[in-house]
Nanobody
């Protein structure tokens, strides 16, 4: 299956920033919508952000809108999540996912819509 390798997680203080990266092995990376999800201790997996296959459309959860930015570089088969103004409640394991979409503008927000998942990277925000 498609392999997704994440990096960029770590420990930061409240108000700090990180840039998460997810490198895909797929030759057809540009035909996949990409998404980021997170799961905090004791909570369900939560949608964070998604981006259409060309990068022309994006979607964000209300809890992160204005603070997080999703982007992609199809030439490098990589999707990014810039996380700014971090809060302790952002602490979670962050997962990237890929979805082979039918329409070029789709930005899926449900976990069951995605076909492939990365291993996750831990983001910890201290107060």
């Amino acid at each position: 299956q498609v392999q997704l390798v994440e990096s960029g997680g770590g420990l930061v203080q409240a108000g700090g920033s990180l840039r998460l990266s997810c490198a895909a092995s797929a030759r057809t990376f540009s035909s996949h919508a990409m998404g980021w999800f997170r799961q905090a201790p004791g909570k369900e997996r939560e949608f964070v952000a998604s981006i259409s296959r060309s990068g022309s459309h994006t979607a964000y959860a209300a809890s992160v809108k204005g603070r997080f930015t999703i982007s992609r570089d199809n030439a490098k088969n990589t999707v990014y999540l810039q996380v700014n103004s971090l809060k302790p409640e952002d602490t979670a394991v962050y997962y990237c996912a890929a979805d082979l979409t039918i329409r070029p503008f789709e930005t899926p927000s449900s976990w069951y819509e995605y076909d492939y998942w990365g291993q996750g990277t831990q983001v910890t925000v201290s107060s």
